[in-house]
């Protein structure tokens, strides 16, 4: 069996280091395509050196561009890529414009696509992600899904023909990697503030970068909390800093590594983000989130209050912030059997051919 797993961006990397271990212990054949839409060192290399991820079989050096520009360049370099290559299947992962862009291309080259984190729906399709997911489930002939939620929207749009249910990929990337974060970034090497004292906040989805009202308000509202708010910044809000006032107890900083924003997340009082990834798993390492979006694809994460989704309203957000849940922080993703959520993938996609 011979595959090509693309990724391009941060937390496909991610998904991949823990996806392309369980797939290469299994003696699958695996290329690596980057598709190269992450590209400043510390968005990508950081994250290959850190996590021990093979290097990619090619790099497709594609950058950034509009949707279409970026998306249809990422199509002709993977064709190329495809026709060289020739995979048996390709995998796929998340919903960013490097995954539909490797989905489209292979399913005009009838080359079966598997998604990795199918079924997701925010039921927003004002998000480019959200077309993504959607396009790229309906390409896919295997829908790996996280959660029991994402079976049953693929089977409400009626799918449920090659569709599991094999956890979440990022729990196993959590575990796997919380231990070696506690060890090489350990919290005082990252910051002077003690665990439990500080918040930590990631902005970078379009829906609040690029509406200046949003950033404004999500920035003031940072403002009014009683603690630091550590904020590794994404290369695009960095472009938007000048639409807001920065207040004094916010410290911006260059993006972090996996394994520091493990060891941030896990030390943090509380989680202020729009990202999807992260909402789960601050709940993971035990620590409650509050989510600058108006929803969220991962509502097993809102049981209890552990994480709240308030979107970019100062007052709600500062609300939010000092509402503390009581009771167990839930723990989802962990799939349907004793196998992790990587080796149940890796089997299905190495006994496919
Ligand atoms: C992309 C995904 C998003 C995911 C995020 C993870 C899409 C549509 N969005 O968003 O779902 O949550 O990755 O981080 O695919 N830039 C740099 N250096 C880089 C990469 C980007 O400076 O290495 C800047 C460029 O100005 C670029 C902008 O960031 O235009 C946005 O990058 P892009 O890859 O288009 O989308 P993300 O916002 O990163």
Redesign the pocket.
């Known amino acids: 069996m011979t595959i090509c797993s693309v990724v391009g ?3 496909q990397f991610v998904k991949a280091a823990v996806v392309s271990h369980a797939l290469r212990s299994r003696g699958v054949r695996e290329y690596l395509l980057h598709t190269g ?4 060192d510390d ?2 290399a950081v994250f290959f050196d850190e996590l021990g991820i093979p290097a990619p079989e090619r790099n497709l050096g594609i950058g ?1 561009g509009s ?1 279409a520009d ?1 998306t249809a360049r990422m199509m002709m370099a993977l064709e190329i890529a495809f026709l060289d290559l020739r995979p048996e299947r390709v995998l796929v992962y998340g ?4 995954t539909l862009a490797a989905a489209l291309v292979a399913a005009k080259m009838h080359i079966p696509v598997d998604h990795v984190e199918a079924g997701l729906r925010s039921f927003n399709r004002r998000m ?2 959200e077309v ?1 997911r959607i396009v790229t489930d309906r390409l896919s002939e295997f829908c790996f899904c996280p959660t029991q939620t994402a079976v049953e929207h693929l089977a409400s749009e009626g799918r449920t023909e090659g569709v599991h249910l094999t956890g979440d990929v990022m729990l196993d990337a959590t575990r796997v990697f919380a231990e070696r974060a506690a060890l090489r970034r350990p919290l005082i090497s990252l910051t002077r503030h003690e665990a439990g004292s500080f918040a930590l906040a990631t902005v ?1 989805r ?1 829906e609040n970068t690029d509406h200046p009202g949003r950033l404004s308000a999500i920035f003031d509202a940072f403002g009014s909390l009683d603690m630091p708010v550590l904020l590794p910044l ?3 809000t960095r ?1 938007r800093l000048a639409d807001v006032d920065i207040p004094d107890n916010v410290e911006v900083m260059a993006p972090v590594s996996y394994l520091a924003m493990l060891t941030l997340t896990a030390g943090a009082a509380c989680v202020l983000t729009d ?2 990834g992260l909402q789960k798993e601050a709940l993971w390492l035990g620590t409650r989130c509050i989510t600058l979006r108006d929803e969220t694809e991962w509502t097993e994460t809102t049981q209890g209050g552990w994480n709240q989704v308030v979107g970019a309203d100062r007052k709600a957000i500062a609300a939010a912030v000092e509402r503390v849940p009581a009771g167990l922080v839930p723990v989802f993703g962990a799939g349907s059997t004793d196998e992790t959520p990587s080796e149940h993938i890796s089997r299905l996609v190495a006994g496919s051919d």
Request: aromatic share 4%; charged share 20%; no cysteine.
């Open positions: 961006a941060r937390p839409q992450h590209y400043d968005m990508s950034s949707h970026q919903d960013t414009n490097s480019p992600e993504n970078h379009a994404h290369p695009r472009t990202s999807g």
